[in-house]
């Protein structure tokens, strides 16, 4: 893709996926204008996006309907006026994830799992996520090769299953993640490994030859937790790269956010898992939104929810209905509503 005067004699070229990542869309005047959208009529704000920057991979708006304002992907990443109206009860640490820190990027809330954020990077923001305020820095298990995050797993016999999270564990370099594994790989109490990834959906060319050999030659089982809210999330590149991830022998399931305007009808939650499933992906959650300082205007209340859920599960078999539930500061699982 760079053109060969560019590229230093002796230099690697970085994968095609870091390049896509590098040319993501981070003007929100030229997003709108791809779409055909005017700027002012859009309620797009610039003081919403100098305080968390819009971010959003190519192939992602080329799955956007040009000329819709409310398209259900474009709602998810455009910086809005709404996000700037502080609302009591939306705070900067919606999940409590500060108080259940262990150590350096590793969260210990829920037995016999371990939460690493690996990394604060995300190839898309989303204008819901808690990540528009964590403070990640230095806080990131991967920052001192790893050494703080594998020592206390090693040090515990009780943890079974270690969680990559992050932002997107998935935007490290596969050899990052290598690292990772390979001390993981001498600690002989771990029985699974999950992923919380969006970058498979958002950047299907993520899961390219380089990451697919990474995942064959893990020692355990292995789980990638997807994150899609709408079903028009899903094309050709991503069902391509979902069956990569199967033939390398993934569980595949997802994770959405109910948010409004988005997908918070049963048509699109329908739709969403049919998707899901046509691509060999089971619905795991349906999350109620973290209430975070500047998400207040997508939030559904619970009563809805409740009620969206209730006629998801007539609709659909039951392997096709996730569990609805809320992050709750303290707590020792997610708290079914
Ligand atoms: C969600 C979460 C997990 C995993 O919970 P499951 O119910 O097993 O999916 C683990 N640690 C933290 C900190 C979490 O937020
Ligand atoms: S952590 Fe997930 S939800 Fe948050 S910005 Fe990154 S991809 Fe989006």
Not at 21 to 39: F, Q, S
Not at 92 to 97: E, H, I, P, S
Not at 247 to 265: F, I, K, M, P
Request: aromatic share 6%.
């Amino acid at each position: 893709m760079i053109p060969a005067a560019l590229t230093p004699p002796h230099a690697t070229p970085a994968p095609r996926w870091q390049q896509l990542w590098r040319d993501a869309v981070r003007d929100p005047r030229e997003l709108l204008a791809m779409l055909g959208l005017d700027a002012a009529a859009s309620g797009m704000s610039d003081a919403a996006a100098a305080q968390f920057a819009l971010r959003v991979p190519r192939g992602f708006v080329a799955r956007m309907r040009a000329g819709d304002p409310g398209d259900p992907l474009l709602r998810q990443v455009l910086p809005l006026d709404a996000e700037m109206q502080p609302t009591p009860g939306f705070a900067l640490d919606a999940v409590g994830d500060t108080l259940a820190r262990a150590g350096q990027g590793v969260i210990r809330k829920y037995r016999g799992r371990a939460l690493l954020v690996a990394t604060g990077s995300c190839a898309v923001n989303c204008r819901y996520c808690f990540r528009r305020h964590f403070p990640y820095g230095e806080e990131t298990a991967a920052a001192a090769g790893w050494r703080e995050a594998v020592g206390l797993i090693a040090a515990d016999p009780s943890i079974d299953e270690v969680i990559l999270s992050g932002g997107d564990p998935w935007s490290l370099s596969t050899p990052k993640l290598a690292e990772l594994t390979d001390a993981l790989a001498g600690v002989p109490h771990l029985r699974r490994l999950r992923v919380h990834t969006r970058l498979p959906v958002v950047l299907p060319e993520r899961v390219d030859e380089a990451l697919v050999a990474w995942l064959r030659a893990l020692p355990w089982p292995v789980t990638v937790v997807l994150h899609a809210n709408h079903a028009n999330e899903f094309d050709d590149t991503v069902d391509a790269a979902l069956a990569r991830l199967r033939a390398a022998g993934a569980t595949l399931l997802n994770q959405a956010v109910l948010l409004r305007g988005v997908n918070d009808s049963v048509d699109a939650l329908a739709a969403l898992s049919e998707r899901g499933f046509a691509a060999g992906v089971l619905p795991y959650y349906l999350h109620q939104l973290d209430r975070v300082q500047g998400a207040a205007h997508f939030e559904v209340d619970d009563a809805t929810a409740r009620e969206l859920h209730r006629a998801l599960a007539a609709r659909l078999s039951g392997y096709l209905v996730p569990r609805l539930v809320r992050e709750v500061a303290g707590d020792p699982g997610k708290r079914p509503l």
